[in-house]
């Protein structure tokens, strides 16, 4: 169903596609927009170990998209280090394929705005996130990305690095 990685020996292992994706602040979402053009707009995120968090308002470009057609794809770049006398950069990204759905149900919706929450402000207090979201809690829209797919890839000279 998903292409193979052309250049296996720069492929990231599922684990280190985990790592990128909890250490990373933003990524690419990518919808099938209006007239069948790609639409990618990026966002801040929180990924929980098994799907991924984002939140939005309540109408949109991204939101008309999602409701045609739930199948997206996020991408996250760990590191794009230009190398000008190589003329390279050695770069670290994943690309997470799935499914995006709508939170409807209020208590996922709390659940996944506490999780994006804590990821941005992780030093604050419960009390001062909790009023936080409240304040912004009815124009707040959340989705969630079931993954079905994740590859990573890093430029061959840091993989190079590691032998």
């Given at each position: 169903m998903f292409r193979e990685m052309r250049?296996?020996?720069?492929?990231?292992?599922q684990e280190a596609c985990s790592v990128v994706l909890e250490k990373g602040t933003s990524g690419v979402l990518a919808v099938s927009g209006d007239n069948d053009y790609p639409?990618?707009?990026?966002?801040?995120?929180?990924?929980?170990g098994e799907k991924i968090y984002f939140h939005c308002a309540k109408s949109g470009h991204k939101l008309d998209a999602i409701q045609k057609n739930q199948k997206v794809s996020f991408c996250v770049i760990d590191q794009d280090q230009i190398v000008p006398e190589e003329y390279t950069s050695y770069f670290r990204s994943v690309i997470?394929?799935?499914?995006?759905?709508?939170?409807?149900?209020?208590?996922?919706?709390?659940?996944a705005i506490e999780k994006l929450?804590?990821?941005?402000?992780?030093?604050?207090?419960?009390?001062?996130?909790?009023k936080a979201i409240d304040k912004e809690w009815a124009p707040l829209c959340m989705l969630e990305m079931a993954i079905e797919?994740?590859?990573?890839?890093?430029a061959i000279e840091l993989v190079k690095a590691r032998q």
């Open positions: 250049r296996k020996k720069q492929a990231l292992s639409y990618a707009v990026p966002l801040s995120y929180v990924y929980d997470a394929f799935g499914t995006i759905r709508i939170l409807e149900d209020q208590q996922e919706k709390r659940n929450a804590f990821k941005y402000a992780p030093e604050d207090n419960a009390e001062n996130r909790q797919h994740m590859t990573g890839k890093e």
